[in-house]
């Protein structure tokens, strides 16, 4: 049973999957939102860590849309520019959806009552006002087409809360208003929904939306993500190989992507109809080390000892939230100096508020690479000493 050369793992930021799995629901209320304009997932916030598979999300979601026959109009907001993107592509796409004879009329004056055209670039004009016409004058026309415009934005809490606000005032217009056909569907991580909470007034477009954090994969999901792409060329696995693949995992995607890669490389080696646990281990530690190498290393390598302290503190915890006033006793510092750090590493992302004197990894499996590195075991150490007072 030879599988082929062309791995089909995607282990990397935005690459879609063999097998995309779960979210199963997200995906059902967005094509439910399509059909319906009062559906609440015609404006749809993901949220959650990276690697949790947020961007592959959006793919799929841009994916259904274009199966309903929607037009769809990306953009990711760590472009600066976004909005202005994000206009010149709606600019650029109805043109072409109204055909290039339409487009010479489109180009001379407003065919659609405002001055419309994909090539000047009128840059006095508020770039708000013009994508709300620009917007507007798309959807009047699919409207007519009995369809309409799905709009994906990537990395929104890069976005400026000004420009964001000025979104969801076109959006509620032009799609609640005035009833046009235009869903929304954005990703975030979750440090915006934690600057939701902490100002209220800053951007109620991103409250109103209907908010789904994305989390890590259940057992079944997770063996699916993995297994699968064996299963097509008839590789199967053992009871304990699959059991293995569930704890190697805990249902990180990004890790499933690595582990499937690794092992798809091991089983063109060695070839075999029913991957044993020892394969499975022996990928899972390749994983592992290219996984520190390339995420993990880099991110604490880009940290001060502090912070480094911080993230330790917080990666004693089995679970994925840790309580600050137990960080501040394991630094063996006040509260106020863990809340300073605290304040530090959520506005460089790499943890977030999760709820009251809460926090979380916006990765997890930082953590997870954290609790393997010798200065954790040396940091455990110490503070099991501290307690027994050895
Ligand atoms: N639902 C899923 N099923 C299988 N693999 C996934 C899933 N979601 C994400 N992945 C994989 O995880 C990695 C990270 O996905 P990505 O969408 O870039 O995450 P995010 O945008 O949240 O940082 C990619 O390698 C992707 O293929
Ligand atoms: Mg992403």
Known sequence: MELPRRNPFAPGYGKQPPVLVGREDIFEDFEDALESPQHPSTALLLLGPRGIGKTVALDRLRDIARTQGWKTVRTSAVQGDWLQALTEAVIADHAEFVGADAKRTITGVSAFGVGVTAEVNDSDEQPTIRFRDALRAYATTLAEHQTGVALIIDEIQTANVDTLRALGDDHQIIAESEQLPVVIAVASLPSLAAELEADNIKATFL??????????????????????????HGVTFSHDAKNQIVVETRGAPYFAQLLGFQLWKHLRKSPSANVSETAVASAAEKAYAIFGRTVADTLLNDMTPVERTFLMAMAVDAGDVSKIDDIAERMG???????????????????????????SFTDTAIRDHLRTTPQFEEFQRKLTSDITGE
């Open 207 to 232: 409250q109103r939306m209907d908010r789904r954090t994305l989390g890590r994969l259940n057992t079944e999901d997770t063996l699916r993500a993995v297994t699968e792409p064996f299963a097509k």
């Open 333 to 359: 510092r006040d509260l106020n100096y863990a809340y300073q750090y605290r304040h530090k590493l959520i506005a460089a992302d790499v943890i977030f508020a999760n709820g009251t004197k809460r926090v």
